[in-house]
T-cell receptor
Framework: GAVVSQHPSRVICKSGTSVKIECRSL??????MFWYRQFPKQSLMLMAT?????????EQGVEKDKFLINHASLTLSTLTVTSAHPEDSSFYIC????????????FGDGTRLSIL | KQEVTQIPAALSVPEGENLVLNCSFT??????LQWFRQDPGKGLTSLLL?????REQTSGRLNASLDKSSGRSTLYIAASQPGDSATYLC????????????FGKGTHLIIQP
């Protein structure tokens, strides 16, 4: 089956640090990649949608200057949390989708971000 | 705006019982619905995907049904085992993968040995 690799799986860093999370589709070319955020005991909330070579589309309430998304190729998208603060601590998870073959989204294993 | 609700929020049952998890959604114009499993601190494992034209899907001890017109889905787990303990998430897809999924908050399931 389709595999999506997400790195790192765990990040602990000081307030003010910028953190980059990578999402790679290993065995297929992803037309679109999605970034979700999950706070404890809450549902996954879509943050943004990114298509290769174009600017990401952010959901209402998500600061695009805070959460920088780069979708440089059909197999790689990155999310950078800039100048992270404790309130940014959350579980971030990506998914990848291809328009070929009527496939569902395939999810990475997530990144646990803890800002001290 | 699509909203997804899962009931109950938490459930604890003895091993061996059959159980039903419920999911409801407000906009019936969905493309498909998926049930996922999430273990603590981990990512998502897709369990079952039901297309909007389907009524149910089965995989092993799991059976998911979909009543699109009433905006409901159920996940039936037969002969529950301690290894089934996890959070079960329901998610709806409006555009066949081209758009983000809308998730419920999940049902936290504990199967007592």
């Amino acid at each position: 089956g389709a595999v999506v690799s997400q790195h790192p799986s765990r990040v602990i860093c000081k307030s003010g640090t910028s953190v980059k999370i990578e999402c790679r589709s290993l065995d297929f070319q992803a037309t679109t990649m999605f970034w979700y955020r999950q706070f404890p005991k809450q549902s996954l909330m879509l943050m943004a949608t990114s298509n290769e070579g174009s600017k990401a589309t952010y959901e209402q309430g998500v600061e695009k200057d805070k959460f920088l998304i780069n979708h440089a190729s059909l197999t790689l998208s990155t999310l950078t949390v800039t100048s992270a603060h404790p309130e940014d601590s959350s579980f971030y998870i990506c998914s990848a989708w291809t328009e070929r073959g009527n496939q569902p989204q395939h999810f990475g294993d997530g990144t646990r971000l803890s800002i001290l | 705006k699509q909203e997804v609700t899962q009931i109950p929020a938490a459930l604890s049952v003895p091993e061996g019982e059959n159980l039903v998890l419920n999911c409801s959604f407000t906009d019936s114009a969905i493309y498909n619905l998926q049930w996922f499993r999430q273990d603590p601190g981990k990512g998502l494992t897709s369990l079952l995907l039901i297309q909007s034209s389907q009524r149910e899907q089965t995989s092993g001890r799991l059976n998911a049904s979909l009543d699109k017109s009433s905006g409901r889905s159920t996940l039936y787990i037969a002969a529950s085992q301690p290894g089934d303990s996890a959070t079960y998430l329901c998610a709806v897809d409006l555009w066949g993968g081209a758009d983000g999924l809308t998730f419920g908050k999940g049902t936290h399931l504990i199967i007592q040995p």
